[in-house]
């Protein structure tokens, strides 16, 4: 098992930035990608960053230039800048771990963290 603790989450202005990390223990070995969700309320969770271990990144085009994920191999943390915040951004975001052991495909998820962005 893996687990994800997210932080950084909180009450910004629009245009403001926030700092999201998110910390893996456990059986960490063998993790391929890490990456960002977000869920609004009433809409379906959505792909925002995702990060390979080689350091291959993919956004979706809504976060393209303003947002930016990084990942620390050591320390099995992955982060994500988020600059020029805007009222739509506003969601719990989650942390998400893809492992493959012995051939079996893994996916984990942290527990959340709220962002709000007022206008």
């Known amino acids: 098992q893996v687990q994800l603790v997210e932080s950084g989450g909180g009450l910004v202005q629009s245009g403001g930035s926030l700092r999201l990390s998110c910390a893996a223990s456990?059986?960490?070995?063998?993790?391929?990608?890490m990456g960002w969700y977000r869920q609004a309320p009433g809409q379906q969770r959505e792909l925002v960053a995702t990060?390979?271990?080689?350091?291959?990144?993919n956004y979706v085009d809504s976060v393209k230039g303003r947002f930016t994920i990084s990942r620390d191999n050591p320390k099995n943390t992955v982060f994500l800048q988020m600059n020029s915040l805007r009222p739509e951004d506003t969601a719990v975001y989650y942390c998400?771990?893809?492992?493959?052991?012995?051939?079996?495909?893994?996916?984990?998820w942290g527990q959340g963290t709220r962002v709000t962005v007022s206008s």
């Open positions: 990060i390979t271990s080689g350091g291959i990144t």
């Open positions: 456990g059986r960490i070995y063998s993790i391929d990608a």
């Open positions: 998400n771990a893809a492992q493959t052991l012995f051939g079996v495909k893994y996916n984990y």
